[in-house]
């Protein structure tokens, strides 16, 4: 469990980036961190492996503050994936996803047997493990950048719009990847991102960020849809307009859901609803035809 | 300090002499490697040689150059004009691979926009990819006209006066007042050359004058280790 | 053709390799003399350009200096600090030093600089402590750009080690200021020749060396765009 008790950050240059923020990060979860551009994501989550110190507030890993902790070695086990990838141009993929190993005094042979290995669960082809990342697409360099976050087995991963630098088609297939990924391992992950529908596809938790880092609101999707805390929230996860809010149509015999903006959505399928008349669903009952 | 009240008239003497050296060179220096540049971009080929022969040449010592012309173009040993060819193409040397950079440096969207706004191969030379390359050959021209001054001194070894005079003679006559003199003055010639470059280019870019500092795209904070 | 024909004999004719004016022995002393300065020069200014480019701070004052030294001529510092210490090799490796001093620096914080931050970010990230990441990541991709600025200081010291005797019995300048003064132009121009072959072959074992440098799979020409910068060697030829 992480755990922000009321942190501030102001940096030297005197920008308050976050303002008494406070959280819990459940185990095993994934938690969303979304807003807009410069709402402090990128802060909060590098004040969770110290990259960043909190000027004010305290953050704890399972009770434990880590400002007591060495920073060198709080990082050396937490996984970290960063949105370009940050691989090291001069080592190949297998020699980045090992490096962590490496520092933490792994013997060479270990290293890299299990680097090979985590290729595979990231869906990388082994072939790839002695070329250099300027060598890789965007998107083989972002499963690397998986790769070396998860080489130590990390309790926590923490992500920083890791696909944010790739194209849509790609961005799909990582975060299938991932979605899977997760079931898999059952990490704590902590996630940053401007895209709603990711967050939405990958998050357990989801934070709604403003500015200076402030909630807006914390939930699970269906909470933000179903009960949005105010308008800034409604408009951001789209709960007032467009693909989100949909209404059923009676078209002929079946109904239809529709979003706001009329495009079709899909058929309602199942029983009657209650409400719509009489109708029922495209998939139809037998009798559908007799009834008339 | 009274070895220089007692001398002004002379190092004014051999400031002029430093000025007559060392503007030619830069002027010209600029006038050749400008085609020469555009030419060594042009083609691959001529990139190769172009570029491999001027980093060559630039890396001929500067005394040894001095007295192998003479011999290479039939001037006299003592003549100045050694001292301006040589320092000519240095000038040259440096500024090819500048002016190459330069033109490379050009957006190639910008490039295409001019083409497609019907601008001529020549007319676009001129009119887009040199102003744009402007800063990068501003940069170069800054290092040539330091350079250029400072070498010129070199020629007073074998006699051709300048501010570098001031040295043999002060070395000769025991004087440091002299030397310190001359160094002073060489140094401040450069500096003022270097101005007038600045200044030259902030009249000729002013679209260069109100650049925003870059902020850092990543902004980075780290905590202590 | 004929001067270079003279030239040619000069450099060939046996009498010149014999005694203590033999060109064997003033390549030597040319190369020898150039070495040790850029040893000099490296242990001071390597140290301190990392340290610059590794924490970024006094880098405003390292670019002033070199840019200001720059401008200084080496006539004039050559010959100020041989009436401080007298004829002979000191003067030289003083003043020689000192002008090696601002390319190999340049070349030293700008290799650190020149790396992506977010390469070294990633580096801090998973837990690289400050020396792992100069060794691990600044220092292999800072390389070519500290090689490059070796480059430059070592034709500067090579060429101004020929202005040194000027004030010093001191390498192949010897046969271009004794020349001078017999009047003797196949020793001047065989003596030039001499120095602008070993420059040259200087040159190109730097540009082998700067190839193989070049960390595999960073592809880009890093030596190209800080060339201003770092390459000053013009001041001091
Ligand atoms: N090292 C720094 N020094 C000064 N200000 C900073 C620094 N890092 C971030 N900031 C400022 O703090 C605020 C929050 O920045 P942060 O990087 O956390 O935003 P973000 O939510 O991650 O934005 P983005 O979505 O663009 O990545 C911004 O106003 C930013 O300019
Ligand atoms: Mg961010």
Redesign the interface.
Known sequence: MIEFRSVSKRFPDGTLAVQDFSLVLPSHKTTVLVGSSGSGKTTLLRMINRMVDPTSGSVEIDGEDIASLPPVKLRRGIGYVMQNSGLLPHRTVLDNVATVPLLRGTPKRQARADALAMLDTVGLDRALADRYPSQLSGGQQQRVGVARGLAVNPNILLMDEPFGAVDPIVRAELQQELVRLQKELDKTVVFVTHDIEEAFLLGDQIVILREGGRIAQVGSPADLLARPADDFVASFVGADRGRRVLHVERHGDGNVVVDSDGRLAGVLNGEPVAGTSAGSSAGSTPGAEGDR | MTWVLANLGLIWARTLDHVVLSLPPIVICFVIAVPLGWFARRYRVSRGIILTGAGLLYAVPSLPLIFVLPAVIGTSLLSPVNVIIALTLYGIALMVRVVADGLDSVDADVRQSASAMGYSTWSRFWQVELPLSGPVLLAGMRVVAVSTVSLVTVGAVIGVQSLGSLFTDGFQRGIQAEIIAGLVATVALALLFDGALVLAGRVLMPWTRRVAPPKPSVPLEVSAA | MN??AS?IAWILDPANYVGLNAIPLRIGQHLVFSLVTLVFASAIAIPLGYLIGHTGRGRGLAVTTSG?L???????????V???VGIGVVAPYVALTVLAIPPILAGAYTGFEAI????I??????????L?IVR??EL??GLPLLIGGLRSAT?QV??TA??AA??ADLGL?RY??SG?KTRD?AE??G???L??LL??A??GIF?LIQRFVV?????GRPG??P??RTG??????
Request: without cysteine.
């Open positions: 001067l270079f030239a200001g720059r401008a200084i001529p080496t006539l004039g510092l050559l010959t100020l041989a009436l401080w992506d931050r977010r390469t970010d990633a580096a801090r990230a998973v837990g690289m402590s400050e792992q691990k990541v292999p991709l034709l090579i060429a020929t202005l000027y004030v300048g271009l200021f001078l132009y001047m121009l003596g030039s020749i120095v602008i420059a040259l200087l040159e540009a960390p595999r799979g960073v592809s190209t765009a060339k201003l000053s060697s013009a001041a001091a030829r």
